[in-house]
């Protein structure tokens, strides 16, 4: 049969398109023609797939015309995982393997000139995408890649470290004959899991600081982002840095989600696995490294921190279009990458941890040493960040130097472990009550599971007015007060809970811009 099929995945965002690898071998002019909308790498595979074919030990169809089209035509193809699918496509269009056998798997893997087979990005991404789909299918797939994919529940994900391997295991079945033995590089993989023993930074290691540590703690367990401001050598960066210890464990789902992310973006380990992913990108990031782009798009640094923690250090030096491009993400925990063809929608529900010096010199308001910034530079300087992103941040907290006599006679404070439990215990109140961490609250469902009390109505609404808020910034104090009451097991916020609140959200309120 001069014709063949073999189904592959194209991958765009994070949904697995289904790919029809058409391979015809026709008499003519002898070539070898790739359509289908394929990315440079794409076309490529014709050079990899000759080569692999022939040192294989394999009979490439040298005098015949070779048309391979990839299906659907408007559809972007990229990567090096169409090599396997087309190798094996031409392997049986020629009959050197069974084409009816094909049917029922999917492959994908890039080929080394020598026919070794070279793990894919995706892989992973693919695997749950198949899964939210309720496709059954069989997935071929190099060794580690084929390790990712296991670990979407029920997947049938089979390993081959060559091509041979996966020729041998479709080879033409002669009548009455035994099976043929499996070959020794493929395999049926099952996810195996190891336990997670990575150990996060101790908050312990921090000496002092007892309000950023409560603010911390009150960010963990309401799900809430943070702005510290301090001057250098603080401690602002330690405490960023230890901030994803303080999370709850990661769920199996949220496990997955995270990792077919890391797993799209090529960053995926097993070794990290369930472990709650931060993010520190440099301050000169632009705003694609930051929310996605390029063609085809690929995910971001929020996306990368999905279900973690993007920490942002110096946060004004980063440049203006890309913090302006947090603002959406920051409300809806996705981000949509559109471009004139396509459009892709990534995750990003992340938690964001800023830190910045109160001036440029850094050092207004220390103890230690005398600021040199005029009242211009430090208005100009903190109005970097403008007032819609400021007011997107639910607690801004002052990080004071502490002087050498304290931190060398200071003991270590209370370890991540133990306000982890707080947190955790916290963030389960909230779950019975309303389904979602308190910083998700939208709309009625903060009048519905607030619960505020008549004093702290009057309260809250007062200070609101004197300070000038904008109705974000008196429901994000809501619902950081709301988290605060869930520490301190109260069925109602109460005023203690919302002035706690209040004073989360005064650093910047005087100096910052719209």
């Known amino acids: 049969m001069s014709l063949s099929l073999v189904q592959s995945r194209a991958l765009l965002g994070l949904e697995a ?31 990899r797939v000759r080569s692999a074919i022939q040192n294989s ?81 069989e997935l071929v797939l190099p060794p580690d890649s084929a390790e990712e994919a296991a670990l979407v529940p029920d997947a049938q994900v089979y390993s081959a470290r060559h091509l041979l391997d996966v020729v041998r295991h479709f080879l033409p ?50 799900g809430h982002s943070l702005l510290l401001m301090g001057p250098p050598g603080s401690g602002k960066s330690m405490l960023a840095q230890r901030f994803s210890g303080l999370l709850p464990a990661m769920t199996t789902d949220e496990a997955l989600q995270s990792a077919a992310v890391a797993s799209l973006g090529g960053r995926f380990s097993l070794d990290r696995w369930a472990q709650r992913p931060t993010c520190s990108p440099h301050h000169t990031a632009s705003a694609v490294a930051l929310v996605g782009g390029g063609s085809p798009p690929r995910p971001g640094e929020i996306s990368l921190a999905h279900h973690g923690v993007l920490f942002l250090d110096e946060l004004p030096e980063f440049p203006r279009a890309a913090l302006e491009a947090l603002r959406e993400p920051l409300e809806s925990g996705t981000i949509t990458i559109s471009r004139a063809a396509r ?21 207004l308001g220390s103890a230690q040493k005398a600021c040199r910034c005029t009242p211009d530079q430090v208005s100009r300087y903190q109005s970097k960040l403008s007032g819609p992103l400021i007011d997107r941040i639910d607690l801004h907290v002052e990080v004071p130097t502490v002087l050498p006599a304290d931190l060398l006679r200071a003991t270590p404070g209370e370890s991540t472990a133990a306000i982890r439990e707080r947190c955790t215990v916290a963030r389960e109140r909230a779950v019975q009550r309303q389904g979602k961490a308190n910083q998700a609250l939208q709309g009625q469902e903060i009048d519905a599971y607030v619960l505020l009390d008549e004093a702290a109505v009057k309260f809250l609404n007062i200070a609101a007015t004197r300070l000038g808020w ?4 008196t429901h994000r104090a809501l619902k950081v007060a709301r988290t605060i009451a869930d520490l301190a097991d109260a069925r109602t916020t109460q005023v203690t809970h919302v002035a706690e609140a209040l004073q989360y959200r005064r650093s910047l309120a005087q100096t910052v811009g719209t």
């Open 343 to 363: 459009r892709a929608e990534f995750p990003a529900r992340f938690q964001l941890i800023g830190a910045m010096n109160p001036c440029p010199c850094g050092y």
């Open 173 to 222: 079945q002669v009548a009455d004959a035994p099976p043929p033995e499996p070959a020794p590089g493929w395999s049926r993989v099952t996810a195996t899991l190891k336990a997670n023993t990575v150990q996060y930074p101790d908050l312990a290691d921090v000496k002092g600081q007892l309000g950023a540590k409560r603010a911390l703690e009150i960010a963990a367990a309401g």
């Open 57 to 137: 030990g394999l009979e490439f169809p040298h005098n015949k015309r070779i048309t391979v089209n990839l299906a659907p035509a408007d559809l972007p193809k990229d990567s090096g995982r169409f090599d396997l699918p087309i190798a094996l496509g031409i392997l049986a269009a020629s009959g050197q393997i069974d084409a009816a056998r094909l049917a029922g798997h999917e492959f994908a893997g890039e080929l080394s000139l020598s026919g070794e087979l070279r793990p894919v990005r995706g892989a992973l991404a693919m695997s749950l995408a198949l899964h939210a789909g309720q496709v059954v299918t």
């Open 17 to 47: 398109a289904a790919v029809t690898v058409e391979v015809h071998l026709a008499n003519g002019l002898p070539s070898f023609t790739l359509v289908g909308l394929a990315d440079v790498e794409v076309k490529e595979a014709r050079e």
């Open 470 to 473: 904008s109705a974000r910034s």
